[in-house]
T-cell receptor, first 113, second 114 residues
Framework: RKEVEQDPGPFNVPEGATVAFNCTYSNSASQSFFWYRQDCRKEPKLLMS???SGNEDGRFTAQLNRASQYISLLIRDSKLSDSATYLCVVNSRFKDSGNQFYFGTGTSLTVIP | NAGVTQTPKFQVLKTGQSMTLQCAQDMNHNSMYWYRQDPGMGLRLIYYSASEGTTDKGEVPNGYNVSRLNKREFSLRLESAAPSQTSVYFC?????????????FGPGTRLLVL
């Protein structure tokens, strides 16, 4: 079983639409959770961290459900510039080996004019 | 700050050739990582270094070696390149700020092995 699973999409949505991505993780001891954005042929960049209480950054809202082990990202009022691949990332900390990050394969979003 | 830098950006090798991918970070992070990214596979960890002087294998270490030269630099070496090592390689470093660990990536190295 993969550590982190995401629906690869693609999601093709019109400008102004609301779109939601979900991700599940297998290790209940995971400690930190993130959404990264990756543009074509570029490196992943941190979009936002995800907290248990939920957090919002402008048009982006992230939620974490530890009981069900899933993470979500909601994008409101989609812009053309939101077109990218969104990676769900989970961090676990180990005493001897430090921090380990586990990546989903990414969900592709295309916002259409 | 430059963040995480990688060289080279692109490289073409013939099967059996060797090369070293360089990575450096100027953020004073303890942990550094090497990943490869292939279509449909996501990012897979090759090696990581939790601190200066230590290195450990990740998910796909075969065919690679690493050196944590100092706190800033973490290099990845392919001793005898194979076509299966054609990929995009990303170096990353991470910080632990009051329990929240965040990872930052370099721009990547695109490697083609013929």
């Amino acid at each position: 079983r993969k550590e982190v699973e995401q629906d690869p999409g693609p999601f093709n949505v019109p400008e102004g639409a609301t779109v939601a991505f979900n991700c599940t993780y297998s290790n209940s001891a995971s400690q930190s959770f993130f959404w990264y954005r990756q543009d074509c042929r570029k490196e992943p960049k941190l979009l936002m961290s995800v907290y248990s209480s939920g957090n919002e950054d402008g048009r982006f809202t992230a939620q974490l459900n530890r009981a069900s082990q899933y993470i979500s990202l909601l994008i409101r009022d989609s812009k053309l510039s939101d077109s990218a691949t969104y990676l769900c990332v989970v961090n676990s900390r180990f005493k001897d080996s430090g921090n380990q990050f586990y990546f989903g394969t990414g969900t592709s979003l295309t916002v259409i004019p | 700050n430059a963040g995480v830098t990688q060289t080279p950006k692109f490289q073409v090798l013939k099967t059996g050739q060797s090369m070293t991918l360089q990575c450096a970070q100027d953020m004073n992070h303890n942990s550094m990582y090497w990943y490869r990214q292939d279509p449909g596979m996501g990012l897979r960890l090759i090696y990581y270094s939790a601190s200066e002087g230590t290195t450990d294998k990740g998910e796909v270490p075969n065919g690679y070696n690493v050196s944590r030269l100092n706190k800033r630099e973490f290099s990845l070496r392919l001793e005898s390149a194979a076509p299966s090592q054609t990929s995009v390689y990303f170096c990353a470093s991470s910080e632990d700020r009051r329990g929240l660990v965040t990872q930052y990536f370099g721009p990547g190295t695109r490697l083609l092995v013929l």
